[in-house]
């Protein structure tokens, strides 16, 4: 989540606000053209590898018009004279909650739409404490609608994705929350080796410190956690066999399996899984991912050094293999978290015993592979335990990692049948789409998030509705993926629920391309504001270096479609969000 963004230097904001400040002070001149603001950090910044992906290109001139000038002195600060602004999110867990509530709740850090509705807030408050999935889907989708089609504080553009190269004959799945389970994988002439390409060594095999998706690939076939996602995104039991939820809904009481072993043929027992979470969020380990946990009782107190007593932590283990979780409130969502990484167990002695990279001395797990070989730099190998049922029952037996930096040097091993699995350099994607073979083995991979644009609900012209829904009915979401991104493969947008989540609303919420309808709420909008020319009519839209592209067409379709003036604004990734951060907190 964006939390783990690193602060900027007081310098760097402070050129953010003389930048955009000075655009303030221009006397308004729409017919002058003037270069696109791009604002650069003059720090070392960490960048958020998570939410966004930046992407270093050359940024071509645009045409830059007058800012509208701030509402009422104290409704907003200063500097917050944006009327949209771009951002992206990919989900943590499988529930609309980590979406639909935690990014635009209207007192949520993560969204500057400044939107509230005392409906959206009840619907959220009875979300999170319905069991039953079916009603609480319900609940979630009778929020979104409210977000999108009344208050239209948001305009989702697209969902995320990742795609690779599948060879034919391979029976692949993709769960839409962490690394494919590999031993339901299969080959249809039953082959029992998969040669899976990764595109750099591992950073670390310790399941309580790995974050990217190359140490997890390898992790999750080595280790299980309690539940696991299924493709639909719900969650099925592995290391678990049943939970109950308290009539309060603030315990969990999960049921393990007790015929479950480590790769050692020790027992997996719930004091592990106890050990396994207290590592996670003790700060000495240092782990990004604590703060999914936060929902434990105690766990942001242990976290942040504020107790240092672990048995503040709401996790008991009743006795070898029934584990008690205590959260700070209900949360209904929190089955989906059972699933979650975050859950691994842990063996301590083996990690005492080890010291730091006892995962390359002697990695134990609980899961269907073990370790067979890692040479740093040039592959891993691991290989089914014929102990586990999970590893007896898979029809792929070894599985190769080959570590292949290049992008092209890996798509020539693939078409040289050396690979069963790989990416490709982007460059190469036309050619892959038109080539017979390829294009039938180009797979779209989930990556739940949306692609979207928040709305500024204070500030004139996008405080009033109408105008807001002109914005939204003027995009045409598929131009822009068809025709600007070249990716007719991934899905346009019209909620922010992905697909791959329960409570997706496909096209039956939120607002489609629609310039007839467009124009008749524009008209409205300057019946009420008094305009008659929508020439007469500026916004600014924020957005981070990278997305030139997308906003450079909704731009376009802005300005063709309504005839008003767009005035853009580019900034370093860092600085974006730290100004957008500020206007949250002026």
């Known amino acids: 989540m964006f939390s783990k963004k690193t602060a900027l230097t007081l310098f760097g904001v402070l050129v953010v606000l003389l930048m955009i400040a000075a655009q303030c002070a221009a006397p308004a001149q729409p017919e002058t053209i003037i270069q696109t603001v791009e604002v650069v950090k003059t720090v070392e910044v960490e960048k958020e590898v998570v939410k966004e992906v930046e992407v270093e290109k050359t940024v071509e001139v645009e045409k830059i018009v007058e800012v509208t000038p701030t509402p009422e002195p104290g409704a907003l600060g200063a500097q917050c004279t944006y009327n949209a602004y771009r951002m992206g999110w990919v989900m943590d867990y499988a529930d609309p909650n980590n979406i639909v509530n935690e990014v635009f709740h209207p007192d949520s850090p993560f969204q500057y739409t400044f939107w509230d509705n005392d409906q959206f807030r009840s619907l959220v408050d009875e979300a999170l404490v319905t069991s039953d999935q079916t009603a609480r889907e319900k609940l979630w989708q009778e929020a979104e609608r409210i977000l999108l089609n009344d208050a239209v504080a948001v305009i989702p553009i697209f969902h995320y994705d990742r795609t690779a190269l599948v060879k034919t004959g391979l029976n692949a799945s993709f769960p839409p929350f962490g690394a494919p389970i590999l031993w339901k994988w299969s080959w249809e002439d039953g082959t029992d080796t998969l040669r899976y390409r990764i595109a750099t060594d591992p950073p670390t095999l310790d399941p309580q410190l790995a974050t990217d998706t190359t ?119 929190f089955d989906s978290i059972l699933a979650f990484f975050t859950t691994f167990p842990a063996r301590l002695d083996v990690i005492e015993a080890g010291g730091d990279l006892w995962f390359q001395t002697n990695f134990v797990g609980n899961g269907p592979y073990l370790l067979k070989e890692w040479v740093h730099d040039d592959h891993v190998t691991i290989e089914a335990n014929p102990d586990h049922p999970r590893g007896a029952q898979a029809s792929i037996k070894t599985i190769e990692y080959p570590i292949i930096v290049e992008d092209a040097t890996a798509l020539a091993a693939y078409e040289n049948d050396e690979l069963d699995v790989s990416g490709y350099p982007s460059e190469e994607l036309p050619r892959i789409l038109e080539d017979p073979v390829l294009s039938q083995e180009f797979t779209r991979l989930p990556r739940p998030g949306v692609y979207y644009l928040g709305l500024n609900t204070l500030l004139p012209p996008t405080d009033n509705v109408h105008f807001r829904k002109a914005l939204a009915m003027s995009i045409d979401k598929r131009a822009i993926l068809d025709d600007v991104l070249n990716m007719p493969w991934r899905i346009d947008a019209y909620g922010v629920i992905p697909p791959e989540i329960y409570g997706y609303q496909d096209g039956n919420v939120g607002y489609g391309f629609d310039l007839d309808a467009a124009q008749e709420h524009l008209q409205k909008y300057m019946e009420d504001a008094g305009i008659e020319d929508p020439g007469d009519i500026t916004i600014q839209l924020w957005f981070n270096r990278g997305n030139e592209d997308v906003i450079e067409s909704v731009e376009s379709q802005w300005e063709e479609n309504l005839g008003i003036n767009v005035n853009v604004v580019n900034m370093e990734w860092g600085v974006y969000l730290e100004t957008l951060d500020q206007c949250n907190n002026p």
């Open 215 to 333: 140490s997890h690939l390898v992790i999750e076939q080595l280790m299980e956690t309690m539940y696991g996602y299924a493709e639909d995104g719900t969650i099925e039991p592995v290391g678990a066999i049943d939970y109950t939820v308290s009539e309060d809904g603030t315990v969990y009481t999960v049921q393990l399996d007790p015929e479950a072993k480590w790769s050692d043929g020790e027992p997996v027992t719930a004091q592990h899984y106890v050990d396994g979470i207290t590592r996670l969020l003790d700060p000495a380990t240092a782990a990004e991912y604590a703060y999914v946990m936060y929902y434990i009782e105690g766990a942001q107190e242990f976290n942040t050094g504020e107790a240092t007593d672990p048995n503040v932590l709401g996790l008991k283990a009743l006795d070898d293999y029934t584990l008690e979780i205590t959260l700070t409130g209900p949360q209904a969502f």
